[in-house]
């Protein structure tokens, strides 16, 4: 197997094969906006992709299952009060997605909570809205779902979504609610992988799922067009390692679906070891590109490098916010 292919990793963890072949040269990666000109746009690869991704139902407890192969993580909480979702995955992907929610229960879905507005996780609220779901989400994400917004690390302007897709319910602060005979509690973060996330507790099940604030295994995108930080991805990560024991279950943005406290603290150390590293070079004069052949990732790249994300790229995320 090439060094190409060694850098790609399996539709499962984000369903983006063919993403990361159009990212992947002989010579090494492009960067987003180089791969929005070398191929048709990375949000389009990503959509194809979904389009004919297979689902994964990975079923944890409680009645919470996680749905995979749709952008981000979906979670499921079924029971005869109706299903509610965590995240919306890819509106391409809704017979897949239609098939395994069926797969639950005949129960509609009547709740959908987003993480944040990203594409790979909101794009689906329309389709769920048509089917029944009242939509909550931070203030923020309805605020970046109404207009439109570009992220110029995509080089990429997203249109508002339809009405019906936009969040008719938000929250800025802590809120909780019964569903199906659990605690299903809302926790806004402060500014991390966007300005807008909040985490999703599942009580009972002692289950979180967490949204873009952890990407299990690989490193993270952290958008700046909508407040993001490296900084807050770090205090993210200590508020849900703060939240969490060692029993509880925690589903990341992407990645594997089905994680725990000791994975998430492996993502929280590696990226304050490389929030220092690029902060004294950056400090020590060192330019972007002076920071990038350092290779300030080298310690943590064979574990969370193999993907969209690469290295020069993460370290450019992280000398933005340094």
């Known amino acids: 197997m090439d060094s190409r292919h060694e850098k790609l990793i399996s539709r499962r963890h984000f369903c983006l094969c063919c993403t990361g072949a159009a990212l992947a040269t002989a010579s090494g990666w492009l960067s987003p906006r180089e791969a929005y000109a070398e191929a048709r746009g990375l949000v389009t690869l ?52 239609s098939k395994a929610l069926s797969a639950l229960g005949s129960e509609p879905v009547t709740h959908l909570i987003n993480t944040h507005w990203h594409f790979d996780h909101a794009n689906g609220n329309d ?38 897709g936009i969040p008719s319910e938000v929250i ?25 996330d909040l985490s999703v507790t599942f009580g009972e099940a002692d289950i979180m799922h967490v949204g873009d604030t952890y990407w299990n295994g690989i490193y993270p995108f952290i958008d700046y067009s909508t407040g993001g930080s490296i900084d807050g991805m770090i205090a993210a990560s200590d508020a849900n390692l703060a939240a969490a024991t060692d029993k509880t279950v925690i589903i990341p943005g992407h990645g594997n679906p089905v994680s725990n406290k000791a994975e998430l603290k492996a993502f929280r150390d590696m990226l304050v070891d490389i929030r220092n590293n690029v902060a004294a070079l950056k400090k020590a004069g060192r330019s972007l590109e002076e920071t990038i052949a350092a290779k300030p990732t080298a310690a943590h790249d064979d574990k969370f490098g193999r993907f969209l994300i690469d290295p020069p790229f993460f370290t450019r995320l992280v000398y933005e916010g340094v």
């Open 172 to 196: 800025s602060a802590n809120r909780t609610f019964k569903f199906n005979g659990a605690s299903v509690e809302l926790k806004p973060f402060k500014p991390a992988h966007t300005d807008g």
């Open 46 to 97: 990503i959509k194809d992709s979904a389009a004919t991704s297979p689902i994964t139902t990975h079923k944890l407890r409680g009645n919470v299952t996680v749905l995979e192969g749709s952008g981000g993580n979906i979670a499921v909480l079924s029971g005869p009060d109706g299903k509610v979702l965590v995240d919306a995955g890819i509106s391409v992907s809704r017979p897949q997605l």
């Open 127 to 164: 389709w769920l809205h048509s089917v029944g779901a009242k939509i909550i989400a931070h203030e923020n994400t309805r605020k970046h779902l109404a207009e439109v917004q570009r992220v110029e690390d995509w080089d990429y302007n997203f249109l508002p979504l339809p009405a019906g």
